[in-house]
Each structure stands twice: as structure tokens, then as C-alpha cells.
């Protein structure tokens, strides 16, 4: 058998075509070498990398578990290889192969960090933020590690650390837009927190990342004609299964005819629900991969009328698409909870519920009022019907959140906790993505465990599909709604399945989701203004059975009738709100 060094002249041309993106030429050598060389663990390991480049990452394992079983000690090999289980979502295999690599190198750094992450995908968030702990301090200028890591506190509810980690990063890197929007957003789950605060973090994000900006804005040459046919864009990540797209879908379908294009620009990959989005625009933009440059161009040369973003500072934003202004008139609308604080987006669509009279100077936008609520509620095909009050076969009050835990704060489980209590032998049903993490599970019983409240009284669930969390409602005789971040989509569900929910409003935008709703549905009376009062309300209702009976029965029905529901009164209210920002250009020109 010839050397390996006979191959030299092979080995440099296939790492030349390999580093320059001509993988077939450099498959094809590799591949010829492994003739006379079949465990040669260096090319197997190139392979390896060429095929993950060809995204071929079965192949890709192949080639890398056999680079390890001829070299044991192959650290890149095993890096690589949890990579593409990662990748894969094989991630019990991926932890195995991370957790190899850092046994042979325990100071590299990217193992530790994509072992965080992987650990994130399981939901064993405590692992997950020892790893970026280990990475940072490893690379203390790791900026994604930082970022990562302060992604992980959110989850669990540990907001000053969270915020500590944003802080970090932007401390390495200031001109982090998306970054600094994570820090604000946090904002809207601390207990206390005001709009006059929230006015002024926003607004500081502008002026930081927004205003200069505004020397790439440009003249619009759309024509200024006040009944014209509107093109409107919708900017969004998450227009498919999430709340956003759950609340755009009624406008869509029942626009007016004639009187609107709609112009989606989606970064959110393609789901089982994009379709019936995609079906009722006008047009479809894949905008993933799209610079925030490049979109604004598309968007300026598809001559979009009316901007209309759904994200506000949540995550995979495009606010520094609008902070370049391609379009004349921009909108704020349904995917964020207040102010966005940009001088760029001219108005916010609210309801009197949301917004009330009184509180204006505390957003940046002009508020454009809806005369019901701000969004509309199609609930879906496949919902369960209503069953029997469950207290009827229990003979115990059965309380629920399917909230997010990150607002579960210590006030949240400590109103519920005194609700359990005054509620002699009920249950308390927890369920959402990683609320069954150990961290978020540990620190929950924990505070329960202080009240007194025996743990057997909670149930806590992890996410499960939408057609089974709607079923799990037939197990729930009342909901319990967070604060100061109230539930949005969550209450519209809980009500369609025929449960009420209590709520405690507060100042926030964030904090009146859940109010807005309950008023457009006509149960006032399970909207508390107080914690006291929350607590009261919640007890009453576990103690009127005939009440829940009633509410059981009639909910569904009474929904389905409100302004809530009314896609097609909703749609048409909202078309007449954006055409008067339209004519308000108009006029100015």
C-alpha cells in the first residue's frame, strides 16, 4: 500500500477545490484516496466536512464515526459529529459527542457552546446555562454565549441576570440592534414596571439605532391618490402557527375586495399554517436571508403603501428596516405590546381597552383606535367541542395557566398559591414549552412549597400540539391569567373552550391583553383592577358552581358572537383605519 505522502499533491488540490466551495472535485479525490487508504482518518474526516457542505448529513456522520473509530482521540472529528446530530435534532447523541470532545479539549470553547444550546433544545435549561457559563468565561468576548446565555435566563423567569447577560454583550458590541430590543422586551415582565419607563428605554433604542438612519431616507414616489387600490405590506417572523399569525389570518381572509394588495414578507420558515396564510395574500416574500438593506429595496421597489410591522422588539425583528422608512406611512400592529419608540413608524393600532384615553404621551406612535378590540380571534377548525364542567366529575375546582413561565413571576405564584389555598382540595394544571425544564419545575414547587401547598396539587406539563393543549382545557374549570404580561392568545383560547378566565389588569399595554378581550366578550366581571381583588374573584368563582356551569355552556357561543370573533367586521374596520392613515400622507403632499 503506498503512503499517505504519495497522495500530498492529491490532498492539497482537493483541500483547494474543498475551500473553495467546489465540493464534487474535492469529494471525488478524497474518494479516491480512500481506495489505497480506506481508515485514513484525516480524509475521512474531510469527507465528513463536505458532505455536511453538500448538506448531506447522514452521509456526513458516516464519514466522521469512522474518522473516530480509526482515531479515538480525534477532537474535531467528535465536535463535528455532534454537529451534525445537532443539526439532525438527534441531540441525546449530540450531548454524547460534545461532551467527548470537551473530555479530549475541555478549553474549546464552541463545544461547550453548542452543547448550551442543545441542552436549550431539551429543555434542561440549568445544564444549558452552565455550558455558557463555561464558554464565557472561556472567551469572555464569546458575544453569542453572552447572548445565549441571557436567552436562557428569560426562560426561566430570571430577569435581572437575563438583562445582566444583554448587557454584556452590548457592552462588547453597542450597535446590536436585536440584541438591545431582547434587553427592553424583558421590561414587560418585571412586576412594577411603568410606561413612563417603558417610553423612555424604547425611545433611547431609537435614538441609538433608529435616528441615524434617517439619512437613507428617501422621497416616495407612490401616487398620492386617496381611494387608490392600497398595496400593504405585512414584515414579520412569525407569520405561520404563532399568535401573530392565528391574529393576521381574519384580516387576510376578509379583507374587502378590491380595496387592498397584501404583500406578506415572511422570515419565518414555512409550518402547517403558513399555507392558509400564503393562500389569502396577494403575494408571498421569503425574506429569510434578506439583509435589512436589501428588504428595504424590495420593499421600496414593490412601492408598498402602507408598512405593517407584526414583531415590535420581539425576537428576528425588522425594525431597522423601518427605521430606513421604505414605505410612506408605517404601522405598528398586533405582534408587540406598546410603544416601539421608533420616529420612523408613524402609528399603532390599539383599543380604548389596550390604550386608554389619558395615556397617550407614553407612545411614540400616533394611536390609531379600533372601536373593539386591536386584533380578532379565528379560532380553529379542529378545536375540541366543550365538555362537562370538569368539577362535575372530579368534585374538586380545577385552576389552569397555559401561559408562558417566564411570566410567572414570584407575585403570579404566590396569587395562586393563596387561591389554592382558599380553594380546599383544588388543583392548579401548568402547561407550556419547558415549563416542565427542572429549572422552571423546581423553582415553581419551590415557591408553592412556601405557601404550604402540597405538590400534589400541581400538575406541570411541558408543550404539546395544539389540538391537545385546546383538549386539555376540558380538564380546567377556571384559567388564571399572568401579570403584569397578561395573556393574549392564550385567554382567546381558554375562552373558546369554554373557560374563564380571571384577570388583573394593570397600566401596561402588556398587561391588558387579557381585559381587552374578556370586555369584547362581555365578562367583565373576571377582570380584577387589584391583587386583592384577583384573588377574591378567583376564589368567588371556584365557590359558584352554577355559575361555571352556565359560563361552561354559554361561553363558546357568546364568543363566537362578540366583535372578537368577527373576522369580517374586523377586517372592514380595519381597512377604513388604514385607509385614513393613508389619506392623513395624502394630504400632506
Not at 92 to 111: C, F, G, I, K
Not at 449 to 476: K, M, Q, T
Amino acid at each position: 500500500m503506498r503512503d499517505i505522502l504519495t497522495h500530498e499533491q492529491d490532498l492539497i488540490l482537493a483541500v483547494e477545490y474543498q475551500t473553495t466551495g467546489h465540493n464534487v472535485q474535492a469529494k471525488t479525490i478524497y474518494l479516491s484516496i480512500l481506495l489505497s487508504h480506506p481508515d485514513h482518518p484525516f480524509v475521512l474526516h474531510q469527507l465528513g466536512l463536505v458532505a455536511h457542505q453538500m448538506k448531506d448529513h447522514g452521509e456526513a456522520i458516516g464519514f466522521f464515526l469512522r474518522a473516530v473509530a480509526v482515531k479515538p482521540d480525534y477532537t474535531q472529528a467528535h465536535y463535528n459529529l455532534a454537529c451534525e446530530f445537532k443539526i439532525l435534532k438527534r441531540f441525546d447523541e449530540a450531548v454524547a459527542s460534545y461532551q467527548r470532545t470537551l473530555v479530549l479539549d475541555p478549553d474549546y470553547v464552541n463545544a461547550h457552546f453548542n452543547l448550551g444550546n442543545v441542552m436549550v433544545a431539551m429543555g434542561q435549561l440549568g445544564e444549558a446555562l452552565g455550558c455558557f457559563e463555561s464558554a464565557c468565561v472561556k472567551d469572555p468576548g464569546f458575544v453569542k454565549a453572552h447572548y445565549n446565555h441571557g436567552k436562557a435566563l428569560h426562560i426561566l423567569g430570571r430577569f435581572d441576570e437575563s438583562a445582566a447577560s444583554y448587557s454584556r454583550v452590548l457592552a462588547i458590541n453597542p450597535g446590536l440592534a436585536e440584541v438591545h430590543s431582547d434587553l427592553i422586551f424583558t421590561e414587560h415582565y418585571r412586576p412594577g414596571v411603568t410606561l413612563r419607563k417603558l417610553k423612555e428605554i424604547h425611545v433611547a433604542w431609537d435614538k441609538q439605532h433608529g435616528v441615524p438612519l434617517k439619512v437613507e431616507w428617501q422621497d416616495h414616489d407612490n401616487l398620492p391618490e386617496l381611494e387608490k387600490r392600497l398595496r400593504i405590506g405585512l414584515v414579520s417572523a412569525d407569520l405561520g402557527r404563532h399568535p401573530v399569525g392565528y391574529f393576521a389570518v381574519n384580516f387576510l381572509e376578509h379583507r374587502p375586495v378590491g380595496k387592498t394588495e397584501i404583500i406578506c414578507y415572511s422570515d419565518k420558515e414555512p409550518d402547517d399554517f403558513t399555507d392558509r396564510l400564503k393562500t389569502s395574500s396577494d403575494e408571498w416574500v421569503d425574506t429569510r436571508g434578506l439583509s435589512d438593506v436589501d428588504l428595504s429595496q424590495h420593499i421600496r421597489s414593490d412601492r408598498i403603501d402602507i408598512l405593517i410591522d407584526l414583531s415590535g422588539h420581539t425576537g428576528n425583528n425588522r425594525l431597522l428596516v423601518f427605521a430606513r422608512k421604505p414605505a410612506p406611512v408605517q404601522v405598528t400592529w398586533a405582534g408587540y405590546m406598546g410603544t416601539t419608540g421608533l420616529s420612523a413608524i408613524d402609528y399603532l393600532i390599539a383599543d380604548y381597552w389596550q390604550i386608554p384615553e389619558g395615556t397617550e404621551q407614553y407612545y411614540s406612535e400616533e394611536l390609531v383606535y379600533l372601536p373593539d378590540g386591536n386584533i380578532s380571534y379565528a379560532p380553529p377548525d379542529y378545536a375540541p367541542n366543550v365538555g362537562a364542567l370538569p368539577f362535575e366529575k372530579n368534585g374538586f375546582v380545577t385552576f389552569a395557566s397555559f401561559s408562558n413561565p417566564a411570566k410567572c413571576n414570584e407575585y403570579v405564584l404566590g396569587a395562586w398559591a393563596k387561591i389554592l389555598k382558599a380553594v380546599p382540595n383544588s388543583r392548579l394544571i401548568l402547561k407550556y414549552q419547558n415549563m416542565d425544564s427542572m429549572g422552571i419545575h423546581d423553582r415553581i414547587e419551590d415557591q408553592f412549597d412556601a405557601y404550604g401547598i402540597e405538590r400534589s396539587r400541581l400538575i406541570i406539563e411541558g408543550r404539546s400540539p395544539n389540538f391537545n393543549l385546546l383538549s386539555r382545557y376540558n380538564d380546567v374549570d377556571i384559567a388564571l391569567d399572568t401579570f403584569p404580561f397578561s395573556g393574549g392568545l392564550t385567554t382567546c383560547e381558554a375562552l373558546w373552550m369554554g373557560v374563564p378566565v380571571v384577570t388583573k389588569m394593570g397600566e401596561t399595554f402588556a398587561s391588558r391583553h387579557a381585559f381587552s378581550h374578556l370586555m369584547n366578550v362581555g365578562v367583565p366581571e373576571l377582570v380584577a383592577n387589584d391583587l386583592p381583588n384577583y384573588i377574591t374573584t378567583a376564589v368567588e368563582l371556584a365557590n359558584n358552581i352554577p355559575r361555571l356551569t352556565k359560563l361552561r355552556v354559554e361561553l363558546r357561543c357568546q364568543m363566537a358572537k362578540s366583535a372578537l370573533c368577527d373576522g369580517t367586521k374586523f377586517a372592514t374596520v380595519l381597512t377604513s383605519a388604514l385607509r385614513k392613515t393613508w389619506h392623513q400622507w395624502c394630504l400632506l403632499q
